[in-house]
């Protein structure tokens, strides 16, 4: 059956207005996935087939996927508002998705609202080290053997990330051909891991929890950033690291 949800975040970041403003418009292939930008007006045309329902820049963005009513089989709303502070340095965001779930509410509800969590701590990464630089992206999922809660763990350890390794450390991984990346683990969960190199955000999904394959997301912000080459790489790396486990 069908049932309403709400995931309500607030956080602040260094960063004006304005700049955040440009991220959750225009500037998603950052720390999310590249979007179609909005109609800039109250009905305009969103992203995804979305429709604007609030317009105020640099304060308020929301826009609403799917419609209420009989039959419905899902409706979502995305609402940010943008507060400064700091006479304008820096900001407080106020996010807000909500809607209707259905089926396996709990687990649609779970799921959504961790990876809300990594998201968010995405942007503010992007804001905070790369904003409003160019970016090439790359998106890729592991084979089904890696739809599974330990695929994640598989993942630490052909990276070579130490068990204890927590969020804030800087350390060296193994990468795609071998290849050694100094890092800082950004972000780090039993479901999530986040690397930051100096040009990049490299995303790790451990999504066997809610039955998908593992996915990876690359943010490629060097200047020579190549999104087909990171997703050959990285995807023949994934591709490896399930067909020993």
Known sequence: MSKEFEIVREFEV???SERVWEAVTTGTGGYLWPMDP????VGGKGPSGSTVTAWDPPHRYAH?????GPGVQSL???DHTIEPRDEGRRSRVRYVHSGVFTDDWNNQYDGASKHTNFHLHTLCEYLTHFAPRPVAFARLDGPRTSATPRALAAVGRALGLADDAAAGTRTAVRGPGGRTL???IDYRSPYFVGLRTDDALIRFFGRGSWGAPL???IHDFAPDADAEADRTAWQDWLNGVFSRS
């Open 14 to 16: 260094d960063v004006p």
């Open 38 to 41: 909005p109609e800039p007006r």
């Open 64 to 68: 609403r996927s799917g419609d209420a």
């Open 76 to 78: 979502g709303l995305l």
């Open 182 to 184: 100094d890092v800082v």
């Open 215 to 217: 996915g990876i997301s």
